[in-house]
């Protein structure tokens, strides 16, 4: 079990989903009790292209996650687990 991300409210998860066509490879649980909305594939699809905006913002969700990632790879590649641990 790792804990990659903490949610926080408001928070969208499983775009991922919406652009490929396997399941996921992940799990969710929330620490506290939590309301979640369920979109599924298919209307999320249709709702990306009829609203443009939405896609649009979805995008920088996109990039501000892979940039967070790619710092956390790299944070993990070059530094101590003393440093991980304590920093």
């Not at 939590?34 to 249709?46: F, K, M, T, Y």
């Not at 790619?70 to 440093?83: I, P, R, Y």
Request: aromatic share 6%; net charge negative; no cysteine.
């Amino acid at each position: 079990e790792l804990t990659v991300e903490l949610l926080s409210p408001g928070h969208v998860s499983g775009l991922l989903m919406a652009f490929e066509e396997k399941p996921p490879t992940y799990s969710i649980r929330a620490q506290v009790d939590s309301r979640v909305l369920w979109v599924p594939i298919n209307e999320l699809r249709s709702a990306l292209r009829s609203q443009p905006d939405v896609y649009e913002m979805l995008l920088g969700e996109f990039a501000a996650r892979l940039e967070r990632f790619g710092e956390l790879a790299l944070s993990l590649a070059h530094s101590k687990v003393e440093q991980r641990i304590v920093g």
